[in-house]
């Protein structure tokens, strides 16, 4: 399936298919007989999540969560606002926050922050992709689907002002779709 404005496929449907399934097969290991809740980011990192739950073989509560940074994203000194809390508590739960990409980190830091003051047992993160180099604060993502250079990428949850979200695959948009 081929769109005009994707000049390049990064990861192909197979390869992403490939590699969530590999991803939930080692969450299913690493939390055997945990009380586990997958945080799925809206809107991003929703088509990951629900691809992930399902391949981890273990019995576990899916939640999703909204949130927007304040200001300059290029500051760290923004917090996260919350457009939509999760709906169950996480108190004493093994919380492992789905999202699509890690780029700079700054928001995810913050939502750390926040879900850390609600005494869950654990907060991990498993990123479906990491920009190389991108990174502006000290983040540690305990699943990392692949790494992808910096560019600006749409498809399989990613997005270009709202769009490209329900490509299959994940691939660089064409630049003269935003200049
Ligand atoms: P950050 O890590 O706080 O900078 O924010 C990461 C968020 O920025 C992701 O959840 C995406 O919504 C968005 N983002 C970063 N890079 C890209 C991209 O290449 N394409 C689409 N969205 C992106
Ligand atoms: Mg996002």
Same mark, same amino acid.
């Given at each position: 399936?081929?769109?005009?404005?994707? %000049?390049?496929? #990064?990861?192909?449907?197979? /390869?992403? +298919?490939?590699?969530?399934?590999?991803?939930?097969? /080692?969450?299913?290991?690493?939390?055997?007989?945990?009380?586990?809740?997958?945080? %799925? @980011?809206?809107?991003?990192?929703?088509?990951?999540?629900?691809?992930? #739950?399902? &391949?981890?073989?273990?019995?576990?509560?899916?939640?999703?969560?909204?949130?927007?940074? $304040?200001?300059?994203?290029?500051?760290?000194?923004?917090?996260?606002?919350?457009?939509?809390?999760?709906?169950?508590? =996480?108190?004493? +739960?093994?919380?492992?926050?789905?999202?699509? *990409?890690?780029?700079?980190?700054?928001?995810?830091?913050?939502?750390?922050?926040?879900?850390?003051?609600?005494?869950?047992?654990?907060?991990? =993160? &498993? &990123?479906?992709?990491?920009?190389?180099? %991108?990174?502006?604060?000290? @983040?540690? !993502?305990? $699943?990392?689907?692949?790494? !992808?250079?910096?560019?600006? @990428?749409?498809?399989?949850?990613?997005?270009? &002002?709202?769009?490209?979200?329900?490509?299959?695959? *994940?691939?660089?948009?064409?630049?003269?779709?935003?200049?």
């Amino acid at each position: 399936m081929n769109h005009p404005d994707i %000049t390049e496929v #990064v990861l192909s449907e197979q /390869q992403l +298919k490939e590699r969530v399934a590999q991803m939930g097969s /080692q969450i299913a290991q690493d939390y055997a007989g945990k009380d586990l809740v997958v945080v %799925t @980011i809206l809107r991003g990192g929703a088509i990951f999540a629900t691809d992930l #739950v399902r &391949a981890i073989d273990l019995p576990l509560e899916l939640d999703f969560m909204a949130v927007s940074s $304040y200001g300059n994203s290029t500051t760290s000194s923004g917090r996260v606002r919350i457009l939509k809390d999760l709906s169950s508590s =996480i108190e004493g +739960k093994h919380v492992l926050i789905a999202e699509d *990409i890690l780029d700079t980190g700054i928001t995810l830091s913050h939502l750390i922050a926040v879900l850390g003051h609600r005494n869950p047992a654990s907060i991990e =993160i &498993a &990123a479906l992709l990491k920009k190389q180099g %991108t990174q502006k604060v000290d @983040i540690s !993502c305990k $699943y990392v689907g692949f790494d !992808c250079p910096d560019a600006f @990428i749409v498809g399989y949850g990613l997005d270009y &002002a709202e769009r490209y979200r329900n490509l299959p695959y *994940i691939g660089v948009l064409d630049p003269k779709v935003y200049a």
